[in-house]
C-alpha cells in the first residue's frame, strides 16, 4: 500500500487548510485511514481518523470543532479539513492506514504516506 499525502502550505493564523492522501489501493489494509502529525521537537501525536465500513470519525481533543475528516471511498482519497488554524497547528502531517479496527495511536498503523508540511503564521 502507497499513500500519498498533499495540501500542505503556509497559512496565517485563523485560516484553513485542505490536505488530501490518496491510497494506491482499496482493500482491507486501508479500512481505516487518518492523519497524524509531528510538531519539531515533539512525539508524532493522533489527529483524525476515519472507518471506510461505517464512515465514523475519531479526533483528537485539541482539533475537534475545527478539522474535519472525511473520505471518498470511490476515489480511495482521505482529506483533512483544517480550520481557524493556530500556530500549535504547525507541524508534518502524516496520512496513516491499516486494516480492521480503529485505532489512536501511532504503533497501530501499518501504512505511512510520507508527510506533508503545514507551517501557521502568527
Known amino acids: 500500500v502507497q499513500l500519498q499525502a498533499s495540501g500542505g502550505g503556509l497559512v496565517q493564523a485563523g485560516g484553513s487548510l485542505m490536505l488530501s492522501c490518496a491510497a494506491s489501493?482499496?482493500?482491507?489494509?486501508?479500512?481505516?485511514m487518518g492523519w497524524f502529525r509531528q510538531a519539531s521537537g515533539k512525539e508524532r501525536e493522533f489527529v483524525a481518523t476515519?472507518?471506510?465500513?461505517?464512515?465514523?470519525?475519531y479526533y483528537a481533543d485539541s482539533v475537534k470543532g475545527r478539522f474535519t475528516i472525511s473520505r471518498d471511498s470511490a476515489k480511495n482519497t482521505v482529506f483533512l479539513q483544517m480550520n481557524n488554524l493556530g500556530p500549535e497547528d504547525t507541524a508534518v502531517y502524516y496520512c496513516?492506514?491499516?486494516?480492521?479496527?480503529?485505532?489512536?495511536?501511532?504503533?497501530?498503523?501499518?501504512?505511512w504516506g510520507q508527510g506533508t508540511l503545514v507551517t501557521v503564521s502568527s
Open positions: 496513516a492506514a491499516r486494516g480492521g479496527l480503529v485505532v489512536t495511536t501511532r504503533r497501530g498503523y501499518d501504512y
Open positions: 489501493e482499496r482493500t482491507f489494509s486501508t479500512a481505516v
Open positions: 476515519t472507518r471506510r465500513s461505517d464512515g465514523n470519525t
